[in-house]
């Protein structure tokens, strides 16, 4: 299996674990912390899709599609190119109030959809090109794409979480 194959697979997965986090839950319960100070399932699926659509925008030198679509005003939201949830108290937190679970599922559809053709078209030099050099040592393509991997997976996991705590109360 050569990278490209297993970064698609990965990144492919997403997909239908965040439908299966939001599908059939009301936009009340979308916005349901399960507790004081934690995140409800609605901003843990609307952080993981910006934050991916923010890193690989970036990487790609392209807009996000966060700034030149309409996700921004269908979660209730101005269109921050910034703003990827990193920092959010509860008043921001509260602030993410998707329309319904499709908006969150269609928004994610639309970066996955973006990043897997961006994949598809690397060569493995690609991921040693430094994307950042703000860390030490400076982050390359190929770590940037992990960690984003890395925390859209932790993130719907607990999106699914929270999800059952929501079931069963």
């Known amino acids: 299996m050569d990278v490209n194959d297993l970064l698609t697979d990965a ?3 997403l997909p239908d674990l965040v439908e299966s986090a939001v599908q059939g839950l009301t936009p009340e319960q979308l916005g349901q912390a399960p507790a004081a100070g934690a995140n409800p399932v609605g901003w843990l699926v609307w952080h993981l899709t910006r934050l991916q659509d923010h890193h690989v925008a970036d990487v790609m030198g ?3 599609f966060w700034v030149t679509g309409e996700w921004a005003d269908r979660c209730g939201l101005r269109a ?6 990193f920092g959010h108290g509860p008043e921001q937190i509260a602030a993410v109030r998707p329309a319904d679970g499709r ?3 269609d928004y994610h559809r639309a970066v996955v959809d973006r990043t897997l053709a961006y994949l598809r078209g690397l060569r493995p030099a690609d991921l040693d090109r430094v994307v950042d050099e703000n860390w030490d040592p400076p982050v390359t393509l190929g770590v940037r794409l992990l960690s984003v991997l890395d925390d ?6 607990q999106a699914a979480y929270v999800r059952g705590l929501i079931q069963r109360s």
Not at 80 to 85: A, E, I, V
Not at 152 to 157: E, F, P, S, T
């Open 11 to 13: 990144y492919g997965r």
């Open 62 to 64: 392209e807009e996000q």
């Open 80 to 85: 921050d190119p910034n703003d990827t949830g």
């Open 103 to 105: 908006v969150l599922v």
């Open 152 to 157: 859209d997976l932790q993130h719907v996991g």
